[in-house]
């Protein structure tokens, strides 16, 4: 399967915010702040200085991903969603892998995550990928949220050679 990555096009918003409206309803539920973000996402993400990002199988639209913009050189890896017909063929690990990669290109210095301990197939992804475990501040931007994570891209990192 050649899955495509490409950058955020208005005409992709809809299926954004749907996409992840799906994977919210499965495991959670859609905060005040999902809403507000997904429902305004050019505004609320690319507008700001963030970044979304498709996969794209043919002419469909099976993935997606946000790196929000917190400060200078620190973004928020957020949105990350596979339609669920798609799920189980690692569309999620090259969504990651080219978040990481972008993110290097760009020069950031990190790069966070908040995540729920009961998705375990996506915290143990993350700390392959590089994550590592940080303590969470007192108001996090989602309820939902029981662990945040850190990758820091502005020191070499080692290879996952032999993972």
Known sequence: MNVEIIPFKTEYATTFKDLNVAWLKKYFVVEPHDEEVLSNCKENIIDKGGYIYFAKVKDTIIGCFA????????????????????QGKKIGQKLLQFSI?????????????????????????????????????QNTPYVRADIKMVIDLSSPSPSKGGE
Not at 112 to 119: E, F, G, I, Q
């Open 67 to 86: 790196l929000i913009k917190i400060e200078d050189g620190v973004f928020e890896l957020s949105k990350m969603a596979v339609s669920p017909i798609f």
């Open 101 to 137: 990669d972008f993110a290097k290109r760009k020069g950031f210095k990190k790069v966070l995550l908040y995540s729920n301990r009961k998705l375990e197939n996506a915290i143990y992804l993350y700390r392959k990928y590089g994550f590592k475990e940080v303590e969470m501040e």
